[in-house]
Nanobody, 119 residues
């Protein structure tokens, strides 16, 4: 079965940078869209960034110009490079990947990684 493992979260000062990684393993036939969500305390889950199989990217307005989503298809991995971090970026970040294991595509979630931006 498919498993997604996230890494890269931590504590960083405002203006700092982090890079999140999410690697899928298991029996994988193909991977379609990949994305990152986040959830801050007391707030709804928010879609942060997506990247399609063709490389098209989309971002929520609050992170445009600061975050970059990318993928390595050979490694079944999606990344989120986060620069110029702000306290408002503090949240648990979750990757979501559309994966086919032989039939239809289904969405899989990572376990989450905590990002805390504070001085």
């Amino acid at each position: 079965q498919v498993q997604l493992v996230e890494s890269g979260g931590g504590l960083v000062q405002p203006g700092g940078s982090l890079r999140l990684s999410c690697a899928a393993s298991g029996i994988i036939i193909s991977v379609n869209a990949m994305g990152w969500y986040r959830r801050a305390p007391g707030k709804q889950r928010e879609l942060v960034a997506t990247v399609t199989s063709g490389g098209r990217t989309n971002y929520v307005d609050s992170v445009k110009g600061r975050f970059t989503i990318s993928r390595d298809n050979a490694k079944n991995t999606v990344y989120l490079q986060m620069n110029s971090l702000k306290p408002e970026d503090t949240a648990s970040y979750y990757c979501n990947v559309d994966i086919s294991t032989g039939r239809n595509y289904a969405g899989y979630w990572g376990q989450g990684t905590q990002v805390t931006v504070s001085s």
